[in-house]
């Protein structure tokens, strides 16, 4: 994974505990990742990636700011059933009503 188009590769290999969960934060407005599984991993699980744009501006007019991390991300990004404020910040999904 590249935080940057500038950066060197950061590799991310193994096994990792399922209730874990793992958080980067690109440089700028770009990331790249490239996933390679090896033939013995037929029948595994891969893995599923959320991506959310933040802001880390204090003002986040328009927009839901995460209480513990103070990101910034988009209104509609609120009761999705996806933690988007980051690791350990779940109140973009606290007080929602689902029918």
């Known amino acids: 994974m590249w ?4 950066s060197t590769p950061r590799e ?3 096994v990792k505990n399922p209730d874990t ?4 934060l690109s ?7 490239s996933f390679i599984s090896a033939d013995k991993a037929v029948g595994q699980h891969g893995f599923r990636a959320v991506w959310t ?9 328009n927009q839901f700011l995460c209480s513990k991390n103070k990101y910034c991300i988009d209104e509609s990004l609120r ?3 996806i933690d988007n404020c980051g ?4 109140s973009d999904e606290e007080n929602c009503k689902f029918y």
Do not use: A, Q
């Open 27 to 33: 440089e700028d407005n770009n990331m790249r990742l």
């Open 79 to 81: 009761c999705n059933n």
């Open 87 to 90: 690791p350990d910040d779940s």
């Open 3 to 6: 935080y940057s188009l500038t």
């Open 53 to 61: 744009e933040v802001s880390t501006n204090t003002d986040c007019e």
């Open 21 to 24: 969960t793992w958080s980067f």
């Open 12 to 14: 991310l290999c193994g």
